[in-house]
């Protein structure tokens, strides 16, 4: 269901340049550039920007390679976006505050942040226990573990290939609605809306995710 997120992108990058976080594939930006609106991403892996160089319309999108938490490109936009939890990838607090610190200097006076991230699913864990199974079958068996000492959790996969188990973990920072504001108010960002998906449904208790945006002020 991509069309409503590139929807919503298009109209709040309103004619000015988008900012991608984490472009990886241009799975979003590829779509989003295509609505005319230009599109330039940040992203660590250089795998992962050769797959999206494959693609058609990849040369309408310039990418730098850094990590988007400090890395500066030049002018300014009128949309940074940040989606598919990826804000959970930056694994410590103050990395989560620098990435805001960094989106508001890109971002021209009025400009929006948008982040789509899920809310931590501390409610699913059986009383007790910090480790919650979310994939079981004969041949895999998929976990998270949390610390909830330090707000940190991993993704485990355990994966039987000729009779022996491969184990991959991949580190999170989970992170809560209310703490990303706070971050968005160190970085002189207010919250504008917050939605639970990108159809903008109302965000509630019950919601699992949401699409937040964040505005920086027109005086700034
Ligand atoms: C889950 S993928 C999402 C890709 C794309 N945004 C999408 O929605 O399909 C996360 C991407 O963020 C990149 N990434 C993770 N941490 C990063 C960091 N600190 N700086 C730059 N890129 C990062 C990864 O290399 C990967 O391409």
């Known amino acids: 269901m991509l069309a409503p997120a590139v929807d919503l992108l298009a109209r709040l990058a309103g004619g000015g340049r988008a900012l991608e976080l984490g472009i990886g594939t241009g799975r979003v930006a590829l779509p989003l550039a295509r609505r005319g609106v230009p599109v330039h991403g940040i992203d660590l892996s250089r795998a992962m920007v050769a797959r999206l160089r494959t693609k058609p319309g990849a040369e309408t999108i310039n990418v730098t390679i850094g990590d988007f938490a400090t890395t500066r490109v030049d002018g300014a936009f009128s ?64 976990f998270d573990i949390y610390d909830f000492a330090i707000q940190a959790m991993s993704s485990n996969y355990v994966e039987v290939v000729n009779g022996r188990g491969e184990y991959t973990s991949i580190p999170f920072r989970y992170v809560w609605p209310a703490e990303l504001d706070l971050m968005a108010r160190i970085a002189g960002l207010r919250l504008r809306d917050r939605w639970e998906d990108w159809t903008k449904e109302p965000f509630t208790a019950e919601s699992r995710r949401h699409v937040s945006v964040w505005e920086k002020s027109v005086s700034s």
């Not at 610190?101 to 699913?124: D, M, S, Y």
């Open 79 to 142: 949309l940074v976006y940040l989606v598919f939890n990826t804000i959970s990838n930056l694994t410590t607090q103050d990395e989560q505050v620098a990435c805001f610190q960094n989106v508001a200097a890109h971002l021209a006076p009025g400009g929006c942040f948008l982040i789509e991230v899920g809310v931590p699913e501390l409610r699913k864990l059986p009383p007790g226990q910090h480790v919650l199974p979310f994939h079981v079958s004969p041949t895999k068996f998929s």
